[in-house]
């Protein structure tokens, strides 16, 4: 197990993705800190079960104050985090000029600034150890565009500019920091778009599934959260440590067009 006696934070690993790299990274030895809304128990009695101790912490993402507790505790049980995903993200989509405000508040808060909050209070911890891994679950919508998405691909968009700064900042260091950036994934986040717009065009769930696929994902499948928590192991693991500041699409062939 390449990460035992390793502290791993993943923000929002209640759901989706970051669950499934919460259990790849417990797989693979890590202790764990868990984050994010609703069904938090499930999701620390499945870690615990793949041999990982696993602490809670309910932070918003959108509060610094909070974000700087959960640091704290973590400092407190496990003596700091090694390897930081910032995963925590939600979606609105909207027109620009009928953007909500709170929404778009909200998803930088959350999909871009509470990472600069995680990476800067574990990097002193990372430099002391002389090992860490950073992993931001970036986006496809943080390479290219959709209509309607505005917060959200200016968010990603910086979470991958704000990769490369600090892969810069720490090469050398035998700390890296890498984005991911995945297509689709069938998750409750893409599930709601999903449905809306099954309403939206008066179509059937299965319709609009294979509308949203065909428009821009060549591969027509939806990329697996397992897959991506594959990629994230891969990531913090020995053979990626000159894997720094890299932007890696997992998408069926979406940024290829
Ligand atoms: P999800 O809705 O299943 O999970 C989101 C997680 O973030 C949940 O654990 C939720 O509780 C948590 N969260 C939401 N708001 C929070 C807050 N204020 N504070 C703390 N935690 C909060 O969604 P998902 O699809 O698994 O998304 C995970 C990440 O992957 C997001 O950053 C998303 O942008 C990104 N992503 C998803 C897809 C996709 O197709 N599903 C594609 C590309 C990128």
């Known amino acids: 197990?390449?990460?035992?006696?390793?502290?791993?934070?993943?923000?929002?690993?209640?759901?989706g993705i970051g669950l499934a790299i919460a259990c790849a990274l417990a797989r693979e030895g890590a202790n764990l800190v868990i984050n994010g809304f609703g069904d938090y128990?499930?999701?620390?009695?499945?870690v615990s079960a793949l041999g990982a101790q696993a602490i809670y912490s309910a932070a918003d993402m959108r509060r610094p104050d909070e974000i700087a507790q959960m640091m704290a505790e973590a400092g407190e049980r496990y003596g700091g985090v090694d390897v930081v995903v910032n995963n925590a993200g939600?979606?609105?989509?909207?027109?620009v000029e009928a953007f909500p405000i709170e929404k778009w508040d909200d998803i930088l808060a959350i999909n871009l600034t509470s990472a600069f909050h995680t990476t800067r209070l574990a990097l002193p911890r990372m430099r002391e150890r002389g090992w860490g891994r950073i992993v931001n679950v970036a986006s496809v919508h943080g390479l290219v565009a959709s209509a309607h998405k505005s917060a959200y691909v200016a968010a990603k968009h910086g979470l991958v500019g704000f990769t490369k700064t600090v892969a810069l900042e720490t090469a050398g260091q035998s700390i890296t920091c890498n984005a991911i950036c995945p297509g689709w994934v069938l998750?409750?986040?893409?599930?709601?778009?999903?449905?809306?717009?099954a309403a939206a065009d008066g179509i059937d769930i299965e319709a609009a599934t294979r509308i949203i696929l065909r428009e821009k994902q060549p591969s027509g499948q939806f990329v697996s959260a397992d897959e991506l928590a594959a990629l994230v192991v891969f990531l913090c693991g020995d053979a990626a440590k000159q894997v720094n500041g890299a932007a890696w699409n997992v998408d069926g062939g979406w940024v290829a067009q």
């Open 1 to 15: 197990m390449s990460l035992s006696g390793k502290t791993a934070l993943v923000t929002g690993s209640t759901s």
């Open 90 to 95: 939600i979606q609105h989509t909207a027109p």
């Open 41 to 46: 128990a499930s999701a620390v009695e499945q």
């Open 187 to 197: 998750t409750p986040l893409v599930q709601k778009q999903i449905e809306a717009r």
